[in-house]
Every structure is written in C-alpha cells, then in structure tokens.
C-alpha cells in the first residue's frame, strides 16, 4: 500500500481560500464555525486509509478545511467515525483472508441445568402427614 497522499502547500492555500467568507474569515467547512486564527485541519473526504488507489493525485476536492477542536478530533466527529470505519475495514478484511479474531473464554462454562419445577412436578410418594388420615372418616 503507497503511502498517505498529502495535499500540497498550493492545495492548502487554495482550499483556504474557499473556506473564506466575504468577511475574509476562514470557516470550518463542516460546521461553519469561524476558525479564524484557530488550529486548522485539512480533512481527507475519504480517509487515505480506505483509498485503493492512490496513483491519482489528490486534489482540492478531495479535502476539506475543518476547525480541528470543533470538527476533526473532537469526540463523535468524522476523524472519530473514520478510525471506526478503518478498523472496521481492517477486520473486514482479515475475515476475508480466513483470520479469525482470538477465542477468549473457551473453558466448559456452565452446565445447563433443566428447570426444576418444583410447583408443578407430581408428587413421587405421599406427603408424611397424609399417612394419619389413611383411615378418615371422611374417606369412602
Ligand atoms: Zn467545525
């Protein structure tokens, strides 16, 4: 796999230059948040990690400039779900090439027990204190 493609320095200043609003402030091209003199973060649209080709080079259209506290590392957002889907592909693709993820926990476990039933099972020998009333009066 050739390694990460990076957007040039002319690249960059010219996907600035399209984050700018008329006002000449530099927004986030996810959010819109003013970014202005923040930390800034040219986002791969599609993440390097899942390009299969990479003899094409990149161009302006393949980035975005993002705010990197607002949009690009925080929790929840694209670089978050990006790793997700990276690692995601990653074991898509050793499962296809037949490696399987390690089996923990492979002692006997627990047995299985049948229920018990205890409230509805019949009786197998009469109850001790029936026997006083073999010979009831009330019996026939
Ligand atoms: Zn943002």
């Known amino acids: 796999m050739r390694s990460r493609r990076e957007f040039t320095r002319p690249q960059k200043v010219a996907m600035l230059k399209r984050a700018m609003d008329a006002h000449g402030n530099i927004r986030c091209e996810s959010c819109g948040l003013n970014i202005t003199g923040k930390v800034v973060e040219f986002d791969h649209v599609i993440p390097e990690a899942l390009v299969l080709d990479k ?7 393949d980035g975005r400039v993002l705010g990197r506290d607002c949009c690009h590392r925080a929790p929840g957002t694209k670089t978050t779900r990006d790793l997700a889907a990276i690692a995601e592909a990653k074991r898509r693709e050793a499962r296809h090439l037949g490696i399987r993820p390690t089996r923990h926990l492979t002692g006997r476990g627990f047995p299985t027990v049948p229920p018990r ?3 509805s099972r019949p009786l197998l020998k009469p109850a001790a204190w029936r026997e006083g009333f073999a010979d009831s009066p009330f019996d026939d």
């Open 55 to 61: 003899t094409h080079a990149l161009s302006i259209e």
């Open 117 to 119: 039933r205890a409230a």
